[in-house]
């Protein structure tokens, strides 16, 4: 099983990145896929998840307004579009599959992470 995060990198603030999460070694069908953020110093923080429908999503409310998850079944993916990038954004971001969007935080598949920073 893999979780292969991507599109991390070095923007200024005010900037955008989209992060990918390519999912494979199995089927993630019906599957709610997310993803969480660990800055330097603190713990692992839930950012956004998002149904295998696609029906449900649910965002960290500091982030609603600037992040947009999506998904796309057929590439067993999940993006992640982050617009209006604060320094305070800075962090590994890790994508996540889960069978419950609601048990996200303690059970699931972790990928590995994608380091953002965001300079001021």
């Known amino acids: 099983v893999q979780l292969q995060a991507s599109g991390g990198g070095l923007v200024q603030a005010g900037g955008s990145l989209r992060l990918s999460c390519a999912a494979s070694?199995?089927?993630?069908?019906?599957?709610?896929m997310g993803w969480f953020r660990q800055a330097p110093g603190k713990e692992r923080e839930f950012v956004a998840a998002?149904?295998?429908?696609?029906?449900?999503?649910v965002y960290a409310d500091s982030l609603k307004g600037r992040f947009t998850i999506s998904r796309d079944n057929a590439k067993n993916t999940v993006y992640l579009q982050m617009n209006s990038l604060k320094p305070e954004d800075t962090a590994v971001y890790y994508c996540?599959?889960?069978?419950?969007?609601?048990?996200?935080?303690?059970?699931?598949?972790w990928g590995q992470g994608t380091l953002v920073t965001v300079s001021s």
């Open positions: 070694g199995r089927t993630f069908s019906g599957y709610g």
């Open positions: 996540r599959a889960a069978p419950n969007i609601l048990t996200m935080t303690s059970q699931g598949y």
């Open positions: 998002i149904r295998w429908s696609g029906g449900t999503i």
